[in-house]
């Protein structure tokens, strides 16, 4: 008999709440249980809401994981994701990785742990996921990708061949990014902007084509 998965939740905010939501279905077929839900805004209770009836066990500092855990990062904005999940590392957190079950990955396609990657996604030949990289709905990765730790990719973003996106970015949805262009660590790329040349690191762009935010 193979024993559940036991889930702790990092982050209570929205994709908490959607990451609860898409497990659904594991969590009443009880292949995943969730043990509790660590957040630093939040106090401990025994119910986090009516419709998520989980224990709020306390802050991400105090957080002591328990040998059958693993850690499923709920958190949407790159830099905290990145901090998060660095201290959780060092208070010895195994991660979870996410991938729904519709979710298309070419058998090449090399996967971190703590990834997220949503439903109706493209994972393509050769393509490279650091760790805790977050794929969001409807968004796809082509061949030769490669997306650095912890960069979230918002929902409808099409990441192009040969593309290569730092780490700590985010990509906003609808947003384009043409083949090869390489984005910087840290750089923030507007929602439907069409990326055509190299993003420097740190820098916000916008619009079509993409113009740096000054």
Known sequence: MTLPTQLILAGAGGMGQELLALLAPDIASGRVVIRGIIDDTIAPTACFSADFPYSVLGGIAGFQPEAEDRVLLAIGEPQARMTVAHALKKQGACFYTYIH????????????????????????????????????????????????????????????????????????????????????????IGAGAIVVRRVREHTTVYAQPARTLT
Request: glycine content about 12%.
């Open 101 to 188: 079950a519709n979710v298309v990955v070419a058998p090449n396609a090399s996967i971190g742990e703590g990834v997220v990657i949503y439903p109706f996604c493209l994972i393509s030949a050769n393509t490279r996921l650091a760790d805790f990289v977050v794929i969001n709905t409807h968004s796809g990765a082509g061949h030769d990708v490669e997306i650095g730790e912890s960069s979230v990719i918002c929902a409808h973003v099409d990441l192009t061949g040969h593309v290569k996106i730092g780490s700590a970015v985010l990509v906003g949805s609808h947003a384009s990014v043409l083949p090869s262009v390489v984005v910087g660590d840290g750089a923030r």
